[in-house]
T-cell receptor
């Protein structure tokens, strides 16, 4: 079993929709979670991070961790075509600097 | 801040040839990472350095792969000999410290025919 699992999609939604992106993880000791966004032909860039459980909001983006079910989510409100990208979840595993990534979900927002 | 700089952006080579990928981290960052991204396996950590010293190379697939960091501003990832299954996008990333965000370069797309 991979340490972090993510549905690769693709996911296509109309502009303005609420988007929900999800990952599951295997190790209950994981406490620190990140979401990276990757545009086509570019490297990933950090979008948000959360520690332990609960919600964190940043503008149109909300990151949520449910430790009881080992489930992390990223919600995008009022989605825009510029949000079209691949979204990767990540967590440190085997060391603070050793990030393991989910497969990435490819998201397209249609105008 | 120019960000993490990788070269070349694209590399096409024949099986058996040596390939060298290059990376210049962000100035002042003391950790450097090499990742590989494929459709099948996603983004995988190959090796990382702290203060120019290799800390963990457990992700390096086999002896054909080697990485060096001769100074704080330069690192190389070498594949010798290259094989078609090495075709992937190779990313270099750097960070300031533990739990600091990784800053990725734009990758080198390697195709081995």
């Amino acid at each position: 079993q991979k340490e972090v699992e993510q549905d690769p999609g693709p996911l296509s939604v109309p502009e303005g929709a609420i988007v929900s992106l999800n990952c599951t993880y295997s190790n209950s000791a994981f406490q620190y979670f990140m979401w990276y966004r990757q545009y086509s032909r570019k490297g990933p860039e950090l979008l948000m991070y959360t520690y332990s459980s609960g919600n964190k909001e940043d503008g149109r983006f909300t990151a949520q961790v449910d430790k009881s079910s080992k489930y992390i989510s990223l919600f995008i409100r009022d989605s825009q075509p510029s949000d079209s990208a691949t979204y990767l979840c990540a967590t440190p595993s085997g060391g603070a600097q050793k990030l393991v990534f989910g497969q990435g979900t490819r998201l397209t927002i249609n105008p | 801040d120019a960000g993490v700089i990788q070269s070349p952006r694209h590399e096409v080579t024949e099986m058996g040839q040596e390939v060298t990928l290059r990376c210049k981290p962000i100035s002042g960052h003391n950790s450097l990472f090499w990742y590989r991204q494929t459709m099948m396996r996603g983004l995988e950590l190959l090796i990382y350095f702290n203060n120019n010293v290799p800390i963990d190379d457990s992700g390096m697939p086999e002896d054909r792969f080697s990485a060096k960091m001769p100074n704080a501003s330069f690192s190389t990832l070498k594949i010798q000999p290259s094989e078609p299954r090495d075709s992937a996008v190779y990313f270099c990333a750097s960070s300031l410290a533990d739990n600091s965000p990784l800053h990725f370069g734009n990758g080198t797309r390697l195709t081995v025919t």
